[in-house]
């Protein structure tokens, strides 16, 4: 079966949806600094502002793996579509920044279900030989959307305001939601299932493989989310407005796009290493050539090569989870996975906001940089080359199954 051929039943009923999704998600990035910063939030808390949507996808996964595998794909995702048109109601409306700051969190707890439903959908529904294509196909559509959203967005501040990206992200949720919650789930693996599996006993029977490749997915989720905090503040920093920074996130959105395809493949073809080294490579030297920007021009650049760093990266982290999950307990141990890669989204804005009230804001996004070329030679040091489920030879449960050696 051909990658194409295997793919197309996907389309209408995972990347349309993402695409959808990830449209309303890209309008909104952008204006979230940029909201705090209008109801009166200083520097430093508009960055931990855009950090709790993090925090809400960290709250999210905690919980995530056991609604999947009770409730199914499904439902969940009519659930988490429902927590997070709420919490993109009370972005809207929002007049105080800790009402921004309760919405983002609504935000995040729904990312969190919405993401590890397809996440597990795909791991169920691809063979191991397109996963990879399946995975990052998937990315790209989201990043599809990443690109379009803050072009539409940036149209529609024009017309309504900054918050325009709120009314945009409002209806993506919804659309999207709708849209899937009219598949049926795929078949349940109920003989093999466990039913006792909770978060904290996937934890600590994989507490090694998580220290270890999940401190890697935790960086990446770091430098990746870091973006969307660095990259307006900067841009306000320097004096753009808000529709000047959309269309910096749509130039860095479309090479992120143009990746994310070719990434896949390779992946599939020649390891997951081969691609996630260096997207964390080029994100980190990005943030590091971020503070010699001065202008709507050079800032733009930045976020073309930031664009092309993620891009590689787009669905590695999914890909890993799914290769290294145990079938009976997918779900509950994709949550564990996920909850590495989520707190890296969660500290870096975090971390950032937290640095740019005792540093120059410049040094904070270097500091970024750096915990994101940290995390490219961990990934170096534990990513297996090719791991699908179940191994030749069993290994120790804390270690990843392996298939073949890096010739």
Not at 196 to 217: D, E, F, M, V, Y
Not at 327 to 342: C, G, I, N, V, Y
């Amino acid at each position: 079966m051909s990658g194409e051929t295997g793919l197309k039943p996907l389309v209408t009923t995972v990347f349309v949806p993402a695409a959808i999704f990830g449209i309303g998600q890209g309008a909104a990035a952008p204006v979230m600094a940029l909201t705090a910063r209008e109801l009166g939030a200083s520097v430093a808390v508009s960055g931990l502002i855009v950090a709790v949507v993090g925090l809400g996808a960290v709250l999210g996964d905690l919980p995530a793996g056991r609604i999947v595998a009770r409730f199914g794909e499904r439902r969940s995702i009519i659930g988490g579509s429902t927590v997070g048109a709420v919490g993109v109601l009370v972005c809207l409306l929002a007049q105080t920044p800790w009402m921004l700051g309760v919405g983002a969190l609504l935000t995040g707890l729904a990312n969190a279900v919405w993401g590890l439903a397809r996440q597990s959908y795909l791991a169920d529904a691809v063979p191991i030989g397109l996963r990879a294509r399946a995975m990052s196909s998937f990315a790209a559509m989201w990043r599809l959307g990443f690109f379009v959203g803050p072009l539409l967005g940036a149209a529609v501040i024009l017309v309504v305001g900054a918050r325009g990206g709120f009314l945009v992200q409002l209806v993506g949720v919804v659309l999207s939601g709708w849209l899937m919650s009219r598949v049926p789930d795929p078949p349940r693996r109920s003989a093999t299932a466990s039913p006792h599996a909770t978060l904290p006993s996937i934890l600590r029977r994989h507490r090694k493989l998580l220290a270890t490749l999940g401190g890697g997915s935790l960086l990446m989720g770091a430098a990746r989310a870091s973006r969307e905090a660095v990259l307006p503040l900067w841009a306000a920093h320097l004096g753009l407005d808000a529709a000047q920074v959309s269309l910096v996130f749509g130039a860095g959105a479309a090479v992120d796009l143009l990746c994310s395809y070719p990434a896949g493949h390779f992946m599939d073809r020649y390891g997951r290493r081969f691609i996630a080294v260096p997207s964390l490579l080029v994100i980190g030297v990005s943030y590091l050539a971020l503070p010699f920007s001065h202008d709507l021009l050079s800032i733009g650049v930045v976020a073309v090569v930031m664009g092309i760093g993620n891009g590689l990266g787009n669905g590695v982290i999914m890909t890993l989870g799914a290769d290294i999950a145990p079938p009976a307990t997918r779900a509950e141990f994709l949550a564990a996975w996920r909850l590495t890669h989520d707190t890296g989204m969660f500290a870096g804005p975090f971390g950032v906001g937290a640095l740019a009230a005792v540093v120059p804001l410049g040094a904070a996004v270097a500091a970024v940089g750096g915990a994101a070329l940290l995390g490219a030679a961990i990934l170096f040091r534990f990513i297996p080359v090719y791991s699908p489920w179940p191994p030749a030879a069993t290994p120790s449960p804390d270690s990843p199954p392996l298939e073949k050696q890096e010739a």
